[in-house]
């Protein structure tokens, strides 16, 4: 991420869900704007305010320059995500080694049993540890 100045938050500029879609970002554009045009007749700070909410509007209301913007202003979170994402990976991968690993102990047990004891005796003790198990 760049070592400018803060990026401004364009959503909190317009009181806009981070998800909201175009439509929303419209009607909290028309709604915000409206409100300063009706208060700049006695405040004289919404000229500024106005050009702020124009500045949000024009990024947001382009979904390419929306996208460049989100990827740039959640970079924090959207890295965080990615991390997790890949521990989360990592953690399934580790599990299914790990059950492969016991299932192939269990075959080699069971090989082992039936060279050991024979066929009929080998079918007898795994009933019988399938019926203490179950």
């Known amino acids: 991420?760049?070592?400018?100045?803060?990026?401004?938050d364009y959503y909190a500029v317009l009181n806009l869900p981070h998800r909201a879609d175009l439509?929303?970002?419209?009607?909290?554009?028309?709604?915000?704007?409206?409100?300063?045009?009706k208060r700049s007749e006695i405040d004289d700070t919404c000229h500024e305010?106005?050009?702020?909410?124009?500045?949000?509007?024009?990024?947001?209301?382009?979904?390419?320059?929306?996208?460049?913007?989100?990827?740039?202003?959640?970079?924090?979170?959207?890295?965080?995500a990615e991390r997790r994402a890949r521990a989360d990976a990592r953690r399934r991968d580790l599990a299914s080694r790990v059950l492969v690993g016991v299932l192939g102990v269990v075959v080699v047990i069971q090989a082992a049993v039936l060279v050991y004891l024979g066929r009929e005796e080998a079918l007898s003790f795994f009933r019988a540890v399938a019926g203490v198990v179950s």
């Open 49 to 80: 305010a106005l050009l702020k909410v124009n500045e949000a509007y024009s990024v947001l209301s382009k979904p390419e320059l929306r996208r460049a913007y989100d990827q740039e202003f959640f970079h924090d979170e959207i890295e965080e």
């Open 23 to 37: 439509a929303g970002v419209e009607n909290a554009y028309a709604r915000v704007s409206h409100e300063l045009v």
């Open 1 to 8: 991420m760049a070592d400018g100045p803060p990026l401004i």
